[in-house]
């Protein structure tokens, strides 16, 4: 059983940076994949960042080369550092990890983008 908690949302400034924060209760050995994703009001959740099997990296269009996806394996956390962001980029933020066995999601944290 793999509990997630997310934090480091909030509202910034459009243009600012947030660094969010995803720890995982357990050592994780063996994943399908590993990442964030978000969701708008109105909008499905959709892929921000993750890391596949043998830790590809995997951005959508929309954040590439403005947000980094980093794992610290000694503190089970997971990061993703948000640069220049958009108002287009506000939504709350889910960590996820897909495992062999299931998956698991964090309960989200928000980000606003918004002057």
């Known amino acids: 059983q793999v509990q997630l908690v997310e934090s480091g949302g909030g509202l910034v400034q459009p243009g600012g940076s947030l660094r969010l924060s995803c720890a995982a209760s357990?050592?994780?050995?063996?994943?399908?994949?590993m990442g964030w994703y978000r969701q708008a009001p109105g909008n499905e959740r959709e892929l921000v960042a993750r890391f596949t099997g043998g830790w590809t990296t995997n951005y959508a269009d929309s954040v590439k080369g403005r947000f980094t996806i980093s794992w610290d394996n000694a503190k089970n956390m997971l990061y993703l550092q948000m640069n220049s962001l958009k108002p287009e980029d506000t939504a709350l933020y889910y960590c996820?990890?897909?495992?062999?066995?299931?998956?698991?999601w964090g309960q989200g944290t928000q980000v606003t983008v918004s002057s």
């Open positions: 357990v050592r994780i050995f063996t994943f399908n994949s």
């Open positions: 996820n990890v897909l495992t062999p066995r299931r998956e698991y």
